[in-house]
């Protein structure tokens, strides 16, 4: 596992910049050019304090961010979290890259989220799904819902299928469409990874 890039945004003299580290890299400039402070940004997105000193803010109005990738992720760097924390985060993984964003707010500190590969369409993904189907009991109406709100599936639809089964029908026919139909975007990571990821992290 490596590091293959990090984009530093509204941090100390960077505005938005972006390194990609190769297996040898050297920072080389005058007094003041930003050597220190890209360290220092890698250095604060491995160890992610919850707060950073707000003179580190180029613009105190804006968030700072740093956006790495980590890329060559394996078996091995996985087995060194917890079971149930591996299995909810191997799904976040696409083509052994590994995507995370550290954002700081002078108030609120840091919110740490992940790239996540997801329907382009909001309706698609699965808070739509779930928003869709909220107090839907009964099998007329969960065919009710894909019938007005997803007319495109509505063919194969199991008969009297139940809530949880149109459910799970819908998601396996939004998992098979086509990759043009799907766009990265930045989530929360799931329940108890925030705490554990360190131990995946390069030291």
């Known amino acids: 596992m490596k590091i293959s890039s990090i984009e530093i945004k509204n941090f100390k003299g960077l505005k938005g910049e972006k390194f990609e580290p190769k297996s040898f890299s050297c920072l080389v400039g ?18 992610r304090p919850k707060y ?10 804006q968030p700072i961010s740093f956006i790495v990738k980590y890329s060559d992720v394996r078996n091995g760097d996985l087995n060194r979290l917890k079971s149930e924390h591996r299995t909810k985060l ?8 590994l995507t995370l964003t ?9 919110e740490l989220l992940v790239s996540k590969l997801a329907p382009i369409e909001e309706k698609y993904r699965e808070e739509g799904i779930n928003e869709n ?9 969960a065919r009710n819902i894909v ?4 007319p495109e599936f509505l063919e194969d639809l199991p008969d009297n299928a139940t809530t949880a089964q149109a459910k799970n029908y819908l998601t396996a026919c939004v998992n098979a469409l086509a990759p043009d139909q799907f766009h ?14 360190s131990a995946l992290l390069p030291e």
């Open 147 to 150: 019938e007005n709100e997803y």
């Open 184 to 197: 990265c975007m930045d989530t929360t990571l799931p329940s108890g990874i925030p705490s554990s990821i």
């Open 133 to 141: 189907f909220r107090s839907m009991r009964t099998a007329a109406q």
């Open 102 to 110: 550290a954002n700081y707010t002078k108030s609120d500190g840091l």
């Open 90 to 97: 191997m799904p976040l993984i696409y083509g052994g890259e």
């Open 30 to 47: 005058e007094n003041n050019a930003g050597k220190s402070t890209v360290l220092q940004a890698l250095v604060h997105s491995l160890n």
């Open 52 to 61: 950073i000193p707000s003179a580190v803010f180029y613009d105190e109005t």
